[in-house]
Nanobody
Framework: QAQLVESGGGLVQAGGSLRLSCAASGFILRAYAMGWYRQAPGKQRELVARVTSGGMTNYADSVKGRFTISRDNAENTVYLQMNSLKPEDTAVYYC???????????WGKGTLVTVSS
């Protein structure tokens, strides 16, 4: 049974940092593109950062230079390092696994990040 479990969310002041983790089980992480998405209250879910199975990354313009996505295939874990956090980063952050071309997509249940001003 494929599963993604996020952790590391919490309350932080503006300008602070958090590191989110996404632990994967039940599938081979290295075959999947991995992404972090977020959904703020009243807004649609949006892509924050993504790393392909080959290690290429892309970021939403709003987080470029502040967030870094990384993957540890040996540990079946994906990370999102978030620095210089802003109140507008407040959202539930979701981990996503996508085996491109195979219609195999998994989602975690999310972790809440709250940034106070």
């Amino acid at each position: 049974q494929a599963q993604l479990v996020e952790s590391g969310g919490g309350l932080v002041q503006a300008g602070g940092s958090l590191r989110l983790s996404c632990a994967a089980s039940g599938f081979i992480l290295r075959a999947y593109a991995m992404g972090w998405y977020r959904q703020a209250p009243g807004k649609q879910r949006e892509l924050v950062a993504r790393v392909t199975s080959g290690g290429m990354t892309n970021y939403a313009d709003s987080v470029k230079g502040r967030f870094t996505i990384s993957r540890d295939n040996a540990e079946n874990t994906v990370y999102l390092q978030m620095n210089s956090l802003k109140p507008e980063d407040t959202a539930v952050y979701y981990c996503n696994a996508d085996r491109v071309g195979y219609a195999m997509v998994y989602w975690g249940k999310g972790t809440l990040v709250t940034v106070s001003s």
